[in-house]
């Protein structure tokens, strides 16, 4: 690519066409970027699923936290992992960018080699998109398509009283990591890190700095789920598995009992938090942005889903059990309830 | 709708439930608003047309301009647009709103009321989206998805050198109702107006600036240009008919000549430019935000389109020819060349 130019001389066009350079053609599209409308070829009998994010610079991201090619990662992450967690295949991408004046060309170029680099990792293909300047920071918007066959097709509404519920992968990974990232202007109180905390310290402040910023849709395993059928119900945690498996109650009219010793936690996690005068258990409940899943199954499933998950490299965690009683509990190992501070991120509050 | 609420007590799922109570079931759609992702099933055969844009406040709107009822009925109307373009049947939309502190919740219902009026008048159901707080003004985007038989889709690719170069409507009346509501701070030089600018004034006024607050996307008038069989290629024309029919000429391979006098202008657009000093001939040439097709097809086919587009209640003017020479050129009556100001809007510049 030519780096002497800037957004300006390349215009609009210029810019969707250094964008459309980058992807390859692929299964089922049939017209890509550059016409009013892309045109794309269903597998027969499968049906379309559509999700769409908005993420907004000083909302959901901070340029001088999100290097631009973690940023195009996670972008097309957050929207492949609502693929995942109705059990589908993500299959195709439009990305709108508005962008401000004062963006440098390096950003969009690996902006977008992050973005394609996430599409490949799943099969996903940039179909299309619109680019347009903004007045106020970046603003990025993201549609992703993907398909799967009916009766595959995990739902929030299929959870049943006595299922358990389940997570895979560990929770609180990526809260603790905003925490270290705006460690010294927002340090919770009670919430004392382990030392090394600024960016390029620990391992493991890495590790969960990593967790925030390029976190892995877990498309393969809940095509397994889907697949298997050994799933109820399937949500995933973007906003905290208390907030999210209220929504998998919410809609299947059950409630749900959350085992606070058993949620996974990881060793990077417990290492961070050694030190805490409390354990900060609101960063695994209400965190968010884990996206990791939330099943439900019966029981009767519990060797078989352990088994499908290892085979998909993913660890699986039963958490807690679905209850005819509406409402979301948290106990304590020892039965007692666990006081909530929070059900999750409210964008209006 | 209880209007004592704010967005702050609706908070982001009251919100959604909100919009969504304004929402009908419809054929096609499996699982609408509120899961991970929306599912719909095909008609068997077609093949799916996607396409999104994203408009964001003080760039492509003015909260000052743009009631937002008719502000909810032009985000939607551009992206069917894209859909129309293709000859192709509208079915589904996705809508994302990050929302200013500031913005009352009036505003968000009215606005959801003209998304939803557009949406029913073109059969197309809202089956998801994202709310988002914003820092910095109202941003929307929106995905809309339709479908249509792989045969009957146009493309811009498909123009013939011989063939006629064709317009819907009338071209120039949106650029100048935006000269209208910029009255005093963005006169053109060479532009006087006749009187009655202000909003509220004179009825051809108001018949431009709907033009601008208010396009209506060409589905009919695309869907039976698709379904005849009589265009070779189509495009939306939204950066003016220079811009667009220069799409078309660059991915067909070919180039066109465009006839000054032959471009259809409105009676409205007549009267209120009667007083320039010299005819603005930028505005329907390049002004933009037209929303009518334009498309090229081979002359014998001439009276049949004329029938074809008055059964759809559309006028259809031809208003120039497809060369093999690469190039768009504009000519007077007399033959002579017409000296182009600009080629369109540029988001960068």
Redesign the interface.
Known sequence: MDNSQN??T???FG?ISRIAAGVSTADGV??GI?????????T?GM????????L?E???FRRAWHDPYRLGRKSLAVSI???A??G?IPR?A?L?L??PGDLPLDFIDDFTKGFLSMAAEHGVTL???????????L?L?V????EQL?DL?L???GAQSGDEIWVTGTLGDAALGLKLLDFGSAQPPGLALAPSCSLGGAEWHEHLISRLLDPAPRVIAGLALAESGLASS???ISDGILADFGHIAE?SGVGGCIRLQDLPLSAEFLRSTEMSDEFPYQLPLSGGEDYELCFTASPLNREKIIECMKKCGVEATPVGIVTSLPGVAVIHADGSPHALQNKGF????
Chains 1, 2 share one sequence.
């Not at 549609?143 to 993907?146: L, Q, R, V």
């Open positions: 957004l300006s390349l215009g609009e810019l049939v017209t550059g016409d009013d409308a892309a045109v794309t070829a269903f027969p049906q379309l699923l559509t999700s769409t994010d908005m907004l000083d909302v959901h992992s609502d693929i967690a109705m589908a195709w439009l709108s508005a962008i179909i299309g998109g619109d680019t347009c300047s903004s007045r106020a920071g603003v918007s549609t992703i398509m993907g009916p097709i739902r929030r509404s399937m949500i995933d809609q409210n964008h209006f509050k």
